[in-house]
């Protein structure tokens, strides 16, 4: 018995991928042999599974239609009954299934199902993004002054140095490092990120704290002295926005450092009204802290004074959006609870601010945090994701050595795909390198061609590419502090800088790379292409990420989510084009 079923293929499960409430599913299965009956059993998260008979239609196809009520996480499979055997039809590769003989820990599909929409704002799902580490992109003082300078801490002697920590015998740091650069050295460079082709600036915290990474918030209402001022603040906004650009601000409201006002009030008395913002175990000394890391207090997002220092008429988002703020990156949303997150949506979306990003480096379709699902993707609360899985497939097919890897590295990213609402997918920040990772020049070895390919696949990949500052230039270094270096000026890499520049070009010119559908090829060859569709146009990438030449032969090759007439196209275009070495080739085909 051959049974037939791909849920990336609409002739198998329409419409594809994640759903609105309320919408009607339709499944068929081909079945090549008579059967008894076959069942498609659907579950939701936490609730029973329900079986739906599948009426034949045809000599091979059995189908079924499901209107699905409300919103939530479900999971599916088919149940087959053939001369008194039953069999269970399950989740393999490539949207694709398997079938085996017991329904003991089967491998499910999953079927995401939203409430509404997430905004689609134009400015953001256009625009490439470039994430600054603010202390180490520029000092924009006349003679490279350093301003509100901090007690306990150090100033580097030369822009070349190494980021480096003084700790304790503990592990926890104390000397803080910086080089000193400003709200007016970001501003100074907007001419450089205008050519490189930035519409976006991201900014890690720039809020009044002890570190030079800034997560450890002393006050949300102040700009960090070293950074600057107010003015200053404004002043770059009006810049951005003067050249045709956006601000991003990032959040961090699960935790505030030890130095705050706010904890510091907490420990003086438990009169205080910041008292209960916090959880001691052992007043004063002990208290709950983000990781145990008790310079990182962890806050009571239930408590309402709290709540109104974030999202309140006179809050910390009302200041800063009303100032000019056009979107908020949040730190490890995963810590906020659900309802949090809402009334943060809330405030934002009455100021008319539609872009909210949350840290979440997983699968955000299917989370749980302590045994509960995060429904990030319901469309209530974030708009989207900061995307890592884009980041570990781009680093995963890189790296790959055989086709059958390649294979399970291409079905982990389309199963991202698939579960995610398509508006939200296109919101997610793709990234190939943060703060909070290596380099990408240190994940690849140093090899500029491979450095290339990273940017030209992250920049075909639905979502909003996001540049980390430096990388375009050459900036190396491993984890945290190593990726925090001062941006190399006089000293770039002029090969990644006009890579860079030629995809910043070709993703705001081709609307394929921002709406199209997505599809991948895997050959034997060890060559991939990402494939970007629509039913007038085809936009693709081919990259060759092994060290020898290849010509392209389609006859094992493997097409994910990729339509018939597509693949048409492309065998009659490219058979037998060849792929040098660690390069790639960007093509564009009528339909």
Known sequence: ???????WDTEYKSPFGAIKARTTVTWRVKIDEPVDYINLWLTKAEETPVPYPMKKTDEQTYQVQVTIGTSGLYHYYFEIKQSNQISYYQEALGGEGELVTSNQNLAQYQLTCYDEEVPQVDWYQDGIVYQIFPD???????????????????IYATEEDTPFYVKDEKGHVVRWDFFGGNLKGIEQKIPYLKKLGVTIVYLNPIFWAESSHRYDTNDFMKIDPMLGTEVDFISLVHALHKNGMHLILDGVFNHVGDHSHYFQEAIKSKASPYYSWFHFTNYPTEYDSWWGITNLPKVNKANPGYQNLIYGEDGVLVKWTSLGVDGWRLDIADELPM??????????????CQVLIGEVWEDASHKYVNNELRTYTSGDNLTGTMNYPVRNFILEILRSQDHEEAMRIIDRYLRIVEDYPAAFLKNCLNNIGTHDTARIKNELGENEDLIALALAIM???????CIYYGDEAGLSGGKDPQNRAYFPWNRESAKLEQITQLWCRRRRKNRLLVDGRIGII???????AIVRYDTKEVNLFWFNKTESEHQLNFGQAIFYAVPDQVRQIIVKNDLGKKLAARQGLFEKFNL
């Open 136 to 154: 180490r992109f520029n000092n924009g003082n006349p003679h490279g002054e350093i301003l509100g300078k901090k007690k306990n801490s150090f």
């Open 459 to 465: 920049m075909m990949l639905p979502g909003v590419p």
């Open 1 to 7: 018995m051959k049974i037939k079923y791909n849920a």
């Open 339 to 352: 309802e949090f997150l809402r009334q943060i949506r809330r405030r934002l979306s009455a100021l008319d």
């Open 522 to 528: 895997s050959t034997t060859q060890n060559l991939t």
